[in-house]
């Protein structure tokens, strides 16, 4: 990467990417989830000691805009399979609100159209670049975050197979916190994050 992403360029697309995120009621795709995932990817790069390779202004704004999906479709089956394709198809018009080069905006549509379907399915992406592959783990490991399995846990509990689905989801989420090495691109990550306390939240 030769360009550097200045600290006004990241606040201008921080700005805009939480107006459009706090918008969202979906308690697993908000604000405060891209916040964490940005959180969780610096942590990542700190744990890796890579931080000569990586330019986290360009690592924070795909962080930011990796779920923007959920600003265009409502969470369904359909918005699931295919959320890196609709990811995909609207980034680019976002990112043309803002200076940045042809190949930064690769990077960040690389990035986002790769993050998902690690957990439960495996889907990792470790021969693809390392945005590419501290994006989808800092997602991944936010599966696990005790506020956000709090928050679905609320969210799902309404209606009458609330109960059901809820025993359903803990009992994936403690198979998730059991085997996290399977679903990271860096499985040294499972050891350095928060599994123990997360079970707790179930
Ligand atoms: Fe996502
Ligand atoms: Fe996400």
Redesign the pocket.
């Known amino acids: 990467m030769n360009e550097k992403i200045s600290d006004e360029t990241y606040k201008k697309i921080k700005m805009y990417a939480l107006s459009q995120m706090a918008k969202l009621k979906n308690a697993s ?1 908000n604000d405060a ?1 891209v916040v964490r ?1 940005k959180n969780n990817a610096l942590k990542i790069v700190r744990i890796l000691n890579v931080e000569n390779e990586i330019d986290e202004n360009l690592l924070k704004i795909i962080s930011l805009l ?2 923007f999906t959920y600003t265009v479709r409502k969470p369904s089956v359909y918005t699931y399979v295919f959320e890196g394709h609709i990811e995909r198809r609207i980034i680019r018009e976002v990112l043309e609100k803002f200076d940045l080069s042809e190949e930064t905006k690769m990077v960040i549509i690389g990035a986002v159209f790769h993050h998902t379907h690690s957990f439960p399915f495996g889907r990792l992406n470790k021969k693809r670049d390392a945005y590419t592959r501290i994006l989808q783990d800092a ?1 991944t490991l936010d599966f696990f975050d005790c506020l956000r399995i709090k928050m679905y846990m609320r969210q799902n509990s309404k209606g009458i197979f609330g109960n059901i689905r809820n025993r359903l989801s803990s009992k994936l989420i403690e198979y998730g916190i059991d085997n996290l090495e399977k679903f990271l691109n860096y499985p040294v990550l499972a050891k350095s994050f928060f599994t123990d306390s997360s079970k707790k939240c179930i």
């Open positions: 795709h989830h995932v990796h779920d997602d």
